[in-house]
C-alpha cells in the first residue's frame, strides 16, 4: 500500500488505521480490498472528506491520497510529506500529528 499525503491548512485531526486493504479514517471504514488490479475508484465515488483523488490498484499495490490537515506552523515533514509505503497493520503514524 501507498499512502500519499495532501497536506492542507486546516483545523482537523486525521486519524488512520489499517488493516489489510482496509483504512479506517477518522473513525470510517473502507474496504478496498475488492479493488482488481489495474482498477480505478474515482475520488468521487469515496465517500470521505479525507480521501481525495483516485484509489487504484497497480502492480498488486493499493495507491491512496488522504488530505492531511496541517496547522499554518506545521513542521516540514507535515508540509512536505514523503509518501508512506507498506505501512503495517495498525495505527498509521502521520507528520505532525501530535505524539
Do not use: Y
Amino acid at each position: 500500500m501507498r499512502i500519499d499525503l495532501s497536506p492542507q491548512v486546516r483545523d482537523g485531526v486525521l486519524k488512520v488505521t489499517k488493516k489489510g486493504d482496509r483504512l479506517t479514517v477518522n473513525g470510517q471504514a473502507f474496504d478496498f480490498s475488492k479493488l482488481p488490479e489495474g482498477a480505478i475508484l474515482p475520488g468521487d465515488a469515496v465517500d470521505s472528506e479525507h480521501i481525495i483523488g483516485s484509489v487504484t490498484r497497480t502492480g498488486g499495490q493499493l495507491q491512496v491520497t488522504l488530505l492531511l490537515p496541517i496547522a499554518w506552523d506545521a513542521p516540514q515533514e507535515a508540509c512536505f510529506p514523503a509518501p508512506i509505503m507498506d505501512p503495517p497493520d495498525g495505527g498509521i503514524a502521520l507528520p505532525g500529528a501530535a505524539a
